[in-house]
T-cell receptor
């Protein structure tokens, strides 16, 4: 029973297209996140949501729009895809409140490998 | 100064060796610290939390020095299966009063027979 599941696992698409990545967690966690891991393997926070409320919105182009219909789901929609968007996108969840300085650690999904051609 | 800084390696060690990884972080107000492990083309997985008093989990020992903002991980009796990238991770404030885990770039370990 997968704790944090993302779909699709692989996504190959042309520049200019719009695509979505879905994430679901069954851990009962309150906070969910999107991270981007680029070709240099650097993991960077993009967004966090706490029980449907947007908490963190890092310097991400506004072509990226997260949506959280409920606390178990956090989707990522990307408009007008560019070559530089090619990366692995990881969803994660944690049980603590998104504004807490203390963390129990995050559980990650297996990632979505996005290739823009 | 980078928020979480690690030596990228790679560290190539023989089976049975002891290997140590170090990490420094920039935000003195950080409260939570971790080591994660990431295998090739997989997601990061929590290896262990790091506490001020130091903590051990089998062959793995983690240390935290808050005064010098320094974290370490020691792996004793290395196994082939320890080959992976080890990520130093610190919970830090971000935009809108939110907190998130900040990842170092990782240190690559290859254990050879």
């Amino acid at each position: 029973d997968t704790a944090v599941s993302q779909t699709p696992k692989y996504l190959v698409t042309q520049m200019g297209n719009d695509k979505s990545i879905k994430c679901e967690q069954n851990l009962g966690h309150d906070t969910m996140y999107w991270y981007k891991q680029d070709s240099k393997k650097f993991l960077k926070i993009m967004f966090s949501y706490n029980n449907k409320e947007l908490i963190i919105n890092e310097t991400v182009p506004n072509r990226f729009s997260p949506k959280s219909p409920d606390k178990a789901h956090l989707n990522l929609h990307i408009n007008s895809l560019e070559l530089g968007d090619s990366a692995v996108y990881f969803c994660a969840s944690s049980q603590e409140w998104g504004r807490a300085g203390f963390s129990y650690g995050y559980t990650f999904g297996s990632g979505t490998r996005l290739t823009v051609v | 100064r980078k928020e979480v800084e690690q030596d990228p390696g790679p560290f190539n060690v023989p089976e049975g060796a002891t290997v140590a990884f170090n990490c420094t972080y920039s935000n003195s107000a950080s409260q939570s610290f971790f080591w994660y492990r990431q295998d090739c083309r997989k997601e990061p997985k929590l290896l262990m939390s790091v506490y001020s008093s130091g903590n051990e989990d089998g062959r793995f020992t983690a240390q935290l020095n808050r005064a010098s903002q320094y974290i370490s991980l020691l792996i004793r009796d290395s196994k082939l299966s320890d080959s992976a990238t080890y990520l130093c991770v610190v919970n830090m404030p971000r935009s809108n009063s939110g907190y998130a885990l900040n990842f170092g770039k990782g240190t690559s370990l290859l254990v050879t027979p």
